[in-house]
């Protein structure tokens, strides 16, 4: 079993480590940017045609780690509260925005900035959120995606209404 150091028996290397693990939680935990980690459950193959690729996001994708500001894009209070959730309960998988989102992901090599997507809260409203992701690959197999993303509902809904008064 391996002994737990204290403070004081730490190496500077640890120390720096620790000090840059608190630094990387403080950062999360304060911006207002929703930021995100979605696993899958099973490796998803890049040889896989685009469509068994989508249908394989929506069936093991799922919401591992996020920060409080993304938890409240969705009605909750606490990232705790959306941690696990199946990414289909919180993407509408058969919404063409969602689709062409994540087949350009895939296209693209598993990038994506300033991107929209569909989603919806615990309530089943509607979201639009524009995102910038990026997915972890291994041996020809994507494990994860890391990703940042902004609500832009109300900007959209504005946008609509100002558009409709001026015809």
């Known amino acids: 079993m391996k002994k737990i150091k204290s403070?004081?028996?730490?190496t500077p290397t640890e120390e720096a480590l620790l000090q840059s693990e608190e630094r990387y939680k403080a950062f999360i935990s304060q911006s207002t940017?929703?930021?995100?980690?979605?696993?899958?459950?099973?490796?998803l193959s890049m040889k896989d045609p685009i469509k068994k690729q989508l249908?394989?996001?929506?069936?093991?994708?799922?919401?591992?780690?996020?920060?409080?500001?993304?938890?409240?894009?969705?009605g909750y209070k606490k990232a705790a509260e959306l941690k696990n959730?199946?990414?289909k309960d919180i993407m509408v998988p058969t919404d063409e925005e969602n689709s062409n989102y994540l087949t350009d992901f895939i296209k693209s090599n598993f990038k994506l900035q300033k991107r929209r997507s569909h989603e919806r809260d615990k309530y089943?409203?509607?979201h639009i959120f524009e995102n910038n992701l990026i997915g972890i690959i291994e041996n020809g197999y994507v494990l994860r995606a890391?990703?940042?993303?902004?609500?832009?509902?109300?900007q959209i809904?504005?946008?609509?209404?100002?558009?409709?008064?001026?015809k």
Do not use: V
């Not at 249908?55 to 969705?74: R, S, T, V």
């Not at 890391?146 to 109300?154: K, L």
């Open 7 to 10: 403070a004081k028996q730490l």
């Open 33 to 43: 940017e929703g930021i995100w980690r979605c696993e899958l459950e099973k490796p």
């Open 55 to 74: 249908a394989h996001i929506f069936k093991y994708g799922y919401l591992a780690e996020c920060n409080d500001a993304m938890a409240q894009m969705y």
């Open 85 to 87: 959730i199946r990414l």
């Open 124 to 126: 089943g409203n509607s």
């Open 146 to 154: 890391w990703g940042t993303q902004r609500d832009i509902t109300e």
């Open 157 to 166: 809904k504005a946008n609509e209404r100002q558009e409709f008064w001026k």
